[in-house]
């Protein structure tokens, strides 16, 4: 039977705002486990106490900002509307019907302007503690990974510009370590080349920077895809709390900012017993600074890079013994220098080579000499290979689809991170931030 519903828009209701919130909605949730007070200490520098116009309250913003990262809103104008007409979101803010909501560029200047980085450090610092103090978040292993955000730059416009080339972390720790070896084997040690054009932290490449956007970098994935975009480098642990998160241009290895990240999580969870990664981190400088702080490093297998029908880099096997490699055909090679990137040159015979049947297997080379290197830290990428077969190493790399993947999929489908509106590094790394926090919060409040 056809029934034409009554026309109530005009009907005139006693009731409370606590009323028309559901009670499992994930914003009654929040403010349970939560104090916003804390926010007033955290912003309070940047106030003056006797002087100026009356301010929004800077809770009202944190919690604005919050909505907008936890329902993934896709910007801050859009963020405005939606608290308009929702009872819930207006809840949350402390406000009733009638309360007008800030204005968008009010909420946008105050972070975009008026509080510092250490503001939103702080609040994604905050909201971690408290699921730490209530025995939520379990360090004992740690998942790094990293992910790119896709900038607000038109990859059309560019131009090309030189850049100058910057001394990695461990480059003077390894110069030393070369030279001892070199002196080790009667070699001279290599000069220490600090000018413009040599060495680890000179010389200049070139570069495409946005016109649009200057701070985003230029990001290749695969063979085809390329744009400008961030990447957000993130370390999580095994029940999805994100720990650590430094954002950075796109174009910017991974393995270059995990020594940031990593000591970030060690200064502040001692008892990590396991870092696990992906085969992007898995260099020598990684593998030893992990496992010196008596920490395992649990990789993937990782395709050795030779050519199709060569022989594979371990079947030329290392004799510690006498100091010299031996090749698939039982020859020796010797040892002859350590070079620049700290890698141990080991040289055949090429008289020997020259009457080799498998050579073709072996080197291209003219005069028929194979070079094989070995890292003055290889043993230390051997025992994370090692690991990579225990049963530990197996199980913790077995977590990563669930844990930091599983953040990545969710900042992305549900947070929207997948691209920014913003531009410049720091509004960026300050938004990522923020939504990182908006997710550990959500967790926060769904376990507590």
Known sequence: MLERSENKRNTVQITDLEGLVPKEHLVRKID???????????????????NGRPSVDPVVLVKIVLLQHLFGIPSMRRTISEIEVNVAYRWFLGFDLMTAVPHFATVSYAFATRFPSEVFEKIFTWILEQGIKRGLVDAG?????????KANANKKKNRKELALKTARIYDEELR?????????????????????????????????????????????????????????????DRHNFVLSCEVTPGNVHDSTVFDKVYEDVRESFKEVETVTVDAGYK????????????????????????????????????????????????????YSTTNREGYREFKSNPAVCKQCGQREKCTQSRNHQ?????HIWEPFMD???????????????GLRSQTIERVFADAKEKHGMRYTLLRGLDRVRNSIRLTFAAMNLKKLAMWA
């Open 176 to 236: 030393e370590e070369i030279n001892a070896d070199r002196e080790a084997h009667g070699k001279k040690p290599l000069k220490d080349h600090n000018d413009d054009d040599k060495g680890q932290g000179g010389g200049v490449r070139q570069i495409t920077v946005s016109t649009t956007d200057p701070d985003c970098g230029l990001f290749h994935k695969g063979e085809h895809k390329v744009e400008f975009a961030y990447t957000a480098h993130v370390a999580c």
């Open 141 to 149: 292993t740690v998942f790094i990974d990293a992910t790119h955000v």
């Open 383 to 397: 025992a994370a290979e090692d690991f990579r077969y225990s049963p530990a190493g197996k199980r913790s790399y």
């Open 370 to 374: 194979k070079v094989v290197t070995k």
């Open 283 to 334: 260099t020598p400088w990684i593998c030893r600074k992990v496992q010196e702080e008596g920490r395992n490093l649990s990789t993937p297998y990782k395709c050795p890079m030779t050519k199709k029908g060569f022989f594979k880099s371990y079947e030329y096997v290392y004799d510690a013994y006498y100091d010299c490699v031996i090749c698939p055909n039982n020859q020796v090679l010797r």
């Open 32 to 50: 349970k486990v939560v104090d916003f007070d804390e926010v007033y200490d955290i912003v309070e520098p940047y106030y003056c106490e006797d």
